[in-house]
């Protein structure tokens, strides 16, 4: 069975940094483009990042510099560097396919919460 697993959350202050990792099976990554995702509590899940099996990515407008997406392919990992992080970017974060008719399962997400 495919299997998403992201790691990497935490409490950060705001203007901190933090580093997300999704590992999946190499057969993912190498068969589509792949986005990071954000669900705060009592929203829909929202995309942050996207990367191409090219490595070329796309971010939303809110993201305005702050987030960088990237891949590891030898270890079937992909990030989310995180820097000037604000309390809105609270959320649980996930990884899957860029494209939602080729999502797998999804995986437990990691949390991230921004405050002081």
């Known amino acids: 069975q495919e299997r998403l697993v992201e790691s990497g959350g935490g409490l950060v202050q705001p203007g901190g940094s933090l580093r997300l990792s999704c590992t999946a099976p190499g057969s993912i990554f190498s068969s589509r483009a792949m986005a990071w995702y954000r669900q705060a509590p009592g929203k829909q899940r929202e995309w942050v990042a996207v990367?191409?099996?090219?490595?070329?990515?796309n971010y939303p407008d809110f993201v305005n510099g702050r987030f960088t997406v990237s891949r590891d392919a030898a270890d079937n990992t992909m990030y989310l560097q995180m820097d000037k992080l604000k309390p809105e970017d609270t959320a649980v974060y996930y990884c899957?396919?860029?494209?939602?008719?080729?999502?797998?399962?999804w995986g437990q997400g990691t949390q991230v919460i921004v405050s002081s």
């Open positions: 899957n396919a860029a494209s939602n008719a080729l999502w797998v399962s």
């Open positions: 990367l191409t099996r090219a490595n070329n990515t």
